[in-house]
Protein backbone atom coordinates (compact mmCIF):
# COMPACT_ATOMS: atom_id res chain seq x y z
CA UNK A 1 0.00 0.00 0.00
CA UNK A 2 0.76 3.90 0.03
CA UNK A 3 1.95 3.76 -3.34
CA UNK A 4 2.72 7.35 -5.10
CA UNK A 5 3.46 7.75 -8.79
CA UNK A 6 4.62 10.88 -10.46
CA UNK A 7 5.30 11.36 -14.08
CA UNK A 8 7.14 12.34 -15.88
CA UNK A 9 10.23 10.68 -14.37
CA UNK A 10 12.91 13.03 -16.32
CA UNK A 11 11.84 15.94 -18.61
CA UNK A 12 14.52 17.98 -20.75
CA UNK A 13 12.90 21.53 -22.01
CA UNK A 14 14.37 24.41 -23.59
CA UNK A 15 14.24 27.73 -21.83
CA UNK A 16 11.05 29.35 -21.42
CA UNK A 17 8.68 26.61 -22.03
CA UNK A 18 6.31 25.67 -19.33
CA UNK A 19 6.44 21.69 -17.61
CA UNK A 20 3.79 19.52 -16.22
CA UNK A 21 4.41 17.28 -13.58
CA UNK A 22 2.12 14.36 -12.05
CA UNK A 23 2.14 13.33 -9.24
CA UNK A 24 -0.75 10.36 -8.33
CA UNK A 25 -1.81 8.44 -4.86
CA UNK A 26 -2.53 5.02 -6.68
CA UNK A 27 -3.88 3.25 -3.60
CA UNK A 28 -5.49 5.36 -1.08
CA UNK A 29 -6.74 9.63 -1.04
CA UNK A 30 -4.27 11.90 -0.18
CA UNK A 31 -5.89 14.86 1.57
CA UNK A 32 -2.38 16.82 1.95
CA UNK A 33 -0.03 16.95 -0.54
CA UNK A 34 4.22 18.26 -1.24
CA UNK A 35 6.07 19.30 -3.73
CA UNK A 36 10.28 18.99 -2.73
CA UNK A 37 13.21 20.33 -4.60
CA UNK A 38 16.40 18.56 -3.73
CA UNK A 39 19.97 19.85 -5.73
CA UNK A 40 22.64 17.93 -5.72
CA UNK A 41 23.94 16.81 -2.83
CA UNK A 42 21.74 19.25 -0.51
CA UNK A 43 18.63 18.12 1.40
CA UNK A 44 15.24 18.10 0.58
CA UNK A 45 13.59 21.74 0.40
CA UNK A 46 9.17 21.65 0.83
CA UNK A 47 8.12 23.98 -1.93
CA UNK A 48 4.93 23.43 -1.23
CA UNK A 49 1.47 22.02 0.83
CA UNK A 50 -1.14 21.66 -1.55
CA UNK A 51 -4.69 20.35 0.23
CA UNK A 52 -7.59 18.89 -2.14
CA UNK A 53 -9.82 21.81 -3.33
CA UNK A 54 -7.75 24.50 -1.72
CA UNK A 55 -4.99 26.98 -2.86
CA UNK A 56 -1.63 26.09 -2.22
CA UNK A 57 0.35 26.73 0.34
CA UNK A 58 4.01 28.03 -0.65
CA UNK A 59 6.96 28.36 1.44
CA UNK A 60 9.10 31.46 2.04
CA UNK A 61 11.15 32.09 -1.15
CA UNK A 62 8.90 30.22 -3.74
CA UNK A 63 7.18 32.07 -6.51
CA UNK A 64 4.15 30.98 -6.40
CA UNK A 65 2.88 32.16 -10.07
CA UNK A 66 6.47 30.54 -11.21
CA UNK A 67 5.43 27.02 -9.82
CA UNK A 68 1.94 26.24 -10.32
CA UNK A 69 0.50 24.20 -8.08
CA UNK A 70 -3.42 22.42 -8.45
CA UNK A 71 -4.54 19.68 -6.25
CA UNK A 72 -7.90 19.15 -8.28
CA UNK A 73 -8.91 15.54 -6.55
CA UNK A 74 -7.96 13.24 -3.42
CA UNK A 75 -5.66 10.97 -5.82
CA UNK A 76 -3.85 13.89 -7.98
CA UNK A 77 -1.92 17.12 -7.89
CA UNK A 78 0.43 18.54 -10.08
CA UNK A 79 3.07 21.33 -10.59
CA UNK A 80 3.59 23.30 -13.48
CA UNK A 81 7.17 24.98 -13.64
CA UNK A 82 5.86 27.88 -16.36
CA UNK A 83 8.75 29.44 -17.81
CA UNK A 84 11.25 27.27 -17.16
CA UNK A 85 15.42 28.28 -17.14
CA UNK A 86 18.39 26.43 -16.18
CA UNK A 87 18.14 27.29 -12.66
CA UNK A 88 14.97 25.23 -12.28
CA UNK A 89 17.06 22.52 -13.24
CA UNK A 90 16.45 20.14 -10.22
CA UNK A 91 14.71 16.69 -8.76
CA UNK A 92 11.31 17.64 -7.90
CA UNK A 93 9.40 15.18 -5.54
CA UNK A 94 5.95 15.05 -4.46
CA UNK A 95 4.96 12.96 -1.39
CA UNK A 96 1.61 12.51 -0.39
CA UNK A 97 -0.12 12.32 3.35
CA UNK A 98 -3.27 10.02 3.65
CA UNK A 99 -6.21 10.38 5.97
CA UNK A 100 -5.69 9.40 9.65
CA UNK A 101 -2.08 8.58 8.57
CA UNK A 102 -0.77 11.64 11.03
CA UNK A 103 2.06 13.09 9.99
CA UNK A 104 3.54 9.84 7.56
CA UNK A 105 4.69 10.93 4.24
CA UNK A 106 5.13 8.68 1.30
CA UNK A 107 6.89 9.53 -1.53
CA UNK A 108 6.38 9.37 -5.35
CA UNK A 109 9.69 8.59 -7.26
CA UNK A 110 10.80 11.55 -8.30
CA UNK A 111 10.71 13.84 -12.00
CA UNK A 112 14.43 15.14 -12.80
CA UNK A 113 13.81 18.04 -15.01
CA UNK A 114 16.71 19.45 -17.27
CA UNK A 115 16.21 22.70 -18.68
CA UNK A 116 18.76 23.65 -21.68
CA UNK B 1 14.14 28.20 13.75
CA UNK B 2 13.15 24.40 14.15
CA UNK B 3 16.18 22.42 13.12
CA UNK B 4 16.84 18.53 13.11
CA UNK B 5 20.44 18.44 13.26
CA UNK B 6 22.53 14.75 12.10
CA UNK B 7 25.87 13.54 11.80
CA UNK B 8 26.62 14.40 8.09
CA UNK B 9 29.32 10.97 7.72
CA UNK B 10 30.05 9.07 5.92
CA UNK B 11 29.56 6.15 8.51
CA UNK B 12 31.72 2.91 7.42
CA UNK B 13 30.65 -0.01 9.35
CA UNK B 14 31.66 -4.16 7.86
CA UNK B 15 28.96 -6.00 6.35
CA UNK B 16 27.30 -7.90 9.10
CA UNK B 17 27.71 -4.92 12.07
CA UNK B 18 25.46 -2.75 13.48
CA UNK B 19 25.10 0.44 12.27
CA UNK B 20 24.06 3.70 14.60
CA UNK B 21 22.46 6.59 13.14
CA UNK B 22 21.77 9.31 15.44
CA UNK B 23 19.27 12.73 15.04
CA UNK B 24 18.68 15.66 17.43
CA UNK B 25 15.70 17.73 17.20
CA UNK B 26 15.10 21.31 18.82
CA UNK B 27 11.08 21.79 18.54
CA UNK B 28 9.83 20.05 21.94
CA UNK B 29 6.71 20.43 20.92
CA UNK B 30 7.14 17.58 18.10
CA UNK B 31 4.90 14.21 18.44
CA UNK B 32 6.14 12.46 15.64
CA UNK B 33 9.43 11.47 14.00
CA UNK B 34 10.98 9.39 11.04
CA UNK B 35 13.60 7.73 9.51
CA UNK B 36 14.02 8.00 5.58
CA UNK B 37 16.59 5.98 3.56
CA UNK B 38 17.55 7.64 -0.07
CA UNK B 39 19.62 6.03 -2.43
CA UNK B 40 21.78 8.44 -4.74
CA UNK B 41 19.46 9.75 -7.48
CA UNK B 42 16.35 8.13 -6.11
CA UNK B 43 13.48 9.64 -3.90
CA UNK B 44 13.08 9.36 -0.16
CA UNK B 45 11.56 5.87 1.23
CA UNK B 46 9.55 5.43 4.58
CA UNK B 47 11.46 3.29 7.25
CA UNK B 48 10.21 3.86 10.00
CA UNK B 49 8.11 6.18 12.14
CA UNK B 50 7.92 6.47 16.33
CA UNK B 51 5.45 8.49 18.42
CA UNK B 52 6.26 7.03 21.80
CA UNK B 53 9.41 7.17 24.13
CA UNK B 54 11.56 4.14 23.60
CA UNK B 55 12.41 1.61 21.42
CA UNK B 56 10.39 0.81 18.08
CA UNK B 57 11.67 -2.37 16.09
CA UNK B 58 10.51 -3.56 12.53
CA UNK B 59 12.83 -6.39 11.00
CA UNK B 60 16.85 -5.59 11.05
CA UNK B 61 15.55 -1.68 11.93
CA UNK B 62 15.29 -0.48 15.95
CA UNK B 63 14.00 3.46 16.03
CA UNK B 64 14.80 4.71 19.71
CA UNK B 65 13.13 8.02 20.80
CA UNK B 66 14.11 10.21 23.94
CA UNK B 67 11.62 13.39 24.29
CA UNK B 68 13.16 14.26 27.34
CA UNK B 69 16.94 14.71 25.43
CA UNK B 70 14.93 15.50 22.36
CA UNK B 71 16.89 12.50 20.24
CA UNK B 72 16.31 9.79 17.99
CA UNK B 73 18.07 7.17 16.65
CA UNK B 74 17.97 4.27 13.99
CA UNK B 75 20.25 0.85 14.34
CA UNK B 76 20.48 -1.40 11.75
CA UNK B 77 21.69 -4.88 12.62
CA UNK B 78 23.34 -6.80 10.34
CA UNK B 79 23.70 -4.29 8.03
CA UNK B 80 23.82 -5.43 4.40
CA UNK B 81 26.05 -3.49 1.40
CA UNK B 82 22.48 -2.84 0.15
CA UNK B 83 21.82 -0.72 3.69
CA UNK B 84 24.47 2.01 2.10
CA UNK B 85 22.49 5.03 1.36
CA UNK B 86 21.53 8.18 2.92
CA UNK B 87 19.51 8.25 6.02
CA UNK B 88 17.56 11.21 6.73
CA UNK B 89 15.77 11.98 10.02
CA UNK B 90 12.60 13.73 10.12
CA UNK B 91 10.01 15.51 12.75
CA UNK B 92 6.54 16.83 12.07
CA UNK B 93 5.94 20.27 13.71
CA UNK B 94 2.74 22.21 15.12
CA UNK B 95 1.80 22.68 10.98
CA UNK B 96 2.04 19.00 10.31
CA UNK B 97 5.17 19.89 8.19
CA UNK B 98 8.21 17.81 8.14
CA UNK B 99 11.30 19.07 9.18
CA UNK B 100 14.14 17.54 7.70
CA UNK B 101 17.76 16.76 8.77
CA UNK B 102 20.40 16.79 6.05
CA UNK B 103 21.32 12.94 6.33
CA UNK B 104 23.99 11.12 7.16
CA UNK B 105 25.67 8.93 4.70
CA UNK B 106 26.07 4.86 5.54
CA UNK B 107 28.52 3.00 4.03
CA UNK B 108 28.24 -0.86 4.29
CA UNK B 109 31.58 -2.49 3.47
CA UNK B 110 31.80 -5.66 2.32
Known sequence: ?116 | QKEVEQNSGPLSVPEGAIASLNCTYSDRGSQSFFWYRQYSGKSPELIMFIYSNGDKEDGRFTAQLNKASQYVSLLIRDSQPSDSATYLCANAGNNRKLIWGLGTSLAVNP
Open chain 1, 1 to 116: GAVVSQHPSWVICKSGTSVKIECRSLDFQATTMFWYRQFPKQSLMLMATSNEGSKATYEQGVEKDKFLINHASLTLSTLTVTSAHPEDSSFYICSARGVGWADTQYFGPGTRLTVL
